[in-house]
């Protein structure tokens, strides 16, 4: 098999094209401001309400972004009858409650990723989503983005042969003085479900659910893991494949992602589960490059929001990219790696 003379052209449609509805962002913080300046940018959406526990916060993010109305409480937030959407932007600890919040008030809810800390809580909030009638989707941004699209095409078109080997990493230095949330077990914290995620669900789009899971990892002082690899294989659609992951809290590793078959492999370079580049090699070293970067960095974000808005429009209750279900389910491989160290949060 030679290789193309061209990769795919992304099939991702322009975020202007996506209708515009009107949007409330619950809880103003890091990633909540690049959301909104994404949005802001790159999409026709309309950020009408923001709502905070700090009605000083939810004012400073108002005036930043021109958003009409500004909350202090995320229950004014959800009372509020323009809201058609709400960004669920908190940390992971606090998902299924507020995501909870917003479904009873009858949203429809884009939540950040990790989905939930447990699976428990996963399963019921997709069955609270669907009783409500709602729209419901993880936040997993990198599943949206124009050279994830590429990558999907070259796996649908055999073009890497039989899959063999994915291996993803993501590691940053985020010591407890740096990110004290990712140290405490009150808040979920850990590498798993903040930076694990990312490769951990890049393996799934590519290779599907594996029959099995092994993981071997560090634990912080507090109890957290710190440090974790993780080996995946049987997957039902590529009984050959594995998939070698890691992820840590205690340095900066590549953050690249390779997906390698029997007749090419594909290459994303650092971060990989940002807007980058794609590189198709064959096993000579003759390779193909779409080296376009669509949007830098964090303005990537504007992709999820519009494929989500175009879900809500068209009354859609899940996304064909990413069903509630493959969100549940990645979160309960990430219970079962927590099994394998001996990591559990308090209440659990």
């Known amino acids: 098999m030679s290789l193309p003379a061209t990769l795919p052209v992304s099939r991702v449609p322009d975020p202007h ?22 949005l802001r940018t790159f999409t026709r959406q309309r950020l ?22 500004a909350y202090g409480s995320y ?3 959800l009372a509020d009858p323009s809201v058609q959407i709400v960004y669920v932007a908190s940390p992971h600890s606090e998902h299924f409650k507020q995501a909870s919040m917003a479904i009873e008030a009858g949203k429809h809810v884009l939540l950040e990723k990790a989905f939930t800390r447990n699976a428990g809580e996963a399963w019921q909030l997709a069955h609270a989503a669907q009783a409500a009638g709602v729209t419901l989707m993880e936040a997993m941004w990198t599943r949206f983005l ?6 999907r095409q070259l796996l649908a078109d055999g073009a890497l042969g039989e899959l063999e080997t994915l291996i993803a990493d993501h590691g940053q230095a985020l010591g407890p003085d740096k990110a004290p949330r990712l140290h405490d077990p009150a808040l979920a914290g850990g590498a798993l479900l903040d930076l694990g995620i990312y490769p951990i669900s890049y393996a799934v789009f590519a290779l599907g659910l594996p029959g099995r899971v092994q993981a071997v990892g560090t634990l912080t002082p507090t109890g957290v893991d710190s440090q974790v690899s993780i080996l995946m ?3 039902a659609r590529h009984p050959r494949a594995q998939a070698l992951l890691s992820t840590t809290l205690a340095a900066k590793t590549p953050t690249t992602a390779t997906i390698s078959g029997t007749a090419a492999r594909v290459e994303l370079e ?3 589960y940002m807007p980058g580049p794609v590189r198709l090699v064959d096993p000579d070293g003759d390779q193909v490059v779409r080296p376009e970067r669509d949007y830098l960095a964090h303005q990537g974000l504007c992709h999820e ?3 989500f808005a175009q879900l809500v429009a068209d009354d859609r209750r899940e996304s064909p ?3 509630v279900a493959q969100s549940v389910a990645i979160i309960e491989i990430l219970d079962g790696i927590r099994e394998q160290l001996g990591v559990r949060y308090p209440g659990e």
Do not use: K, Y
């Open 17 to 38: 094209q996506a209708p515009p509805l009107n949007w409330g962002i619950l809880a103003p913080g890091g990633i909540a401001t690049a959301f909104a300046r994404s």
């Open 48 to 69: 009408v309400a923001v709502g905070s526990r700090s009605a000083e916060r939810a004012a400073a993010f108002a005036a930043e972004f021109d958003v009409p109305r």
């Open 75 to 77: 229950e004014a937030l």
């Open 146 to 151: 124009p050279h994830t699209d590429v990558v």
């Open 233 to 235: 294989d049987g997957f």
């Open 270 to 272: 650092d971060s990989f």
């Open 305 to 307: 929001a519009a494929h």
């Open 321 to 323: 990219l990413l069903p």
